[in-house]
């Protein structure tokens, strides 16, 4: 068998160091620098959100939610029935689950409940840790992020807007009591 020669596979890939650590020049045998980009952890963890609000079977609205810790995925949640229920998708189509009195699905978990629930479930200690959400958590679910010691949370979309009240409740209570919350642009 040929020794793997490293200088000679054109593939390779050298990187080299910038004064930015979120750009990096990579140069391959016989081509030019090239700059990329690196995503952020928080581009990478919205992101992932956004894919898992891809799997919810919410009728109304899809919502996926990642909790870290460190630079770490500690937990993953979309919004849905719980597990071994139903799915509103095929047992309602169209309509979606009843309403509650408020509106709102009578049988669904938020994304942020079911991130959670999971971290709990498996003895993850979410002191400090960081939500990225992509719809702004609601006023119980704000209750339970401040409960379990989530500092910081992210959210791309506005709950107040998608529901049509006049203020983003969980929001605004979770700034009042100490956790930085975050509009992803």
Known sequence: M??????????????????????????????????????????????????????????????????????????????????????????????GCPRDSKGSCSLALHAEQNAILYATKNNVAMQDATLYVTLSPCIACARVIFTTGIKKVFYKHSYANFKGLKTDEGVDFLRRFGVEVIEYK
């Open 2 to 95: 040929k020794p793997f020669n490293w200088l000679s596979e054109p593939q390779l890939i050298i990187p080299m160091l910038t004064q930015s650590r979120r750009e990096a020049k990579f140069k391959t045998p016989n081509t030019k620098l090239k700059m990329i980009t690196k995503p952020s952890f928080d581009e990478i963890y919205m992101e992932l959100a956004e894919k898992l609000a891809l799997r919810s079977h919410c009728v109304k609205a899809q919502v996926g939610a990642v909790l870290t810790k460190d630079t770490r995925i500690v937990s993953l949640g979309y919004n849905g029935p719980p597990a071994g229920t139903h799915n509103c998708d095929i047992e309602w189509p169209g309509e």
